[in-house]
């Protein structure tokens, strides 16, 4: 089973930045895509940003140009930068991994943005 912990969450005002981190417990963690979801109170689950196990990146268009996705994989651990963060960013932001199909999740971090 792997394991997913996050970490770096907490409350920033708006414009601020933030830095997530997930480590992961998996030897394999080079071959895993990886991604940042996010879930607000009354929302979905929705897509935030991914790196694949050849660091192609993506990310939904409302976090581009403000948030970066990041691996290192001698450290296991991938990171979310977020930059110019807006109150419409507050969520609880999940770590996931996945590998032929099979997904794992983290706990969650949360994210408030407010002054």
């Known amino acids: 089973q792997v394991q997913l912990v996050e970490s770096g969450g907490g409350l920033v005002e708006p414009g601020g930045s933030l830095r997530l981190s997930c480590a992961s417990s998996?030897?394999?963690?080079?071959?895993?895509?990886m991604a940042w979801y996010r879930q607000a109170p009354g929302n979905q689950r929705e897509l935030v940003a991914r790196?694949?196990?050849?660091?192609?990146?993506n990310y939904a268009d409302s976090v581009k140009g403000r948030f970066t996705i990041s691996r290192d994989n001698a450290k296991k651990t991938v990171f979310l930068q977020m930059n110019s963060l807006k109150p419409e960013d507050t969520a609880v932001y999940y770590c996931?991994?996945?590998?032929?199909?099979?997904?794992?999740w983290g706990q969650g971090t949360q994210v408030t943005v407010s002054s």
């Open positions: 996931n991994g996945e590998r032929d199909s099979i997904y794992y």
């Open positions: 998996s030897t394999w963690f080079s071959r895993y895509n």
């Open positions: 790196i694949s196990s050849v660091r192609v990146t």
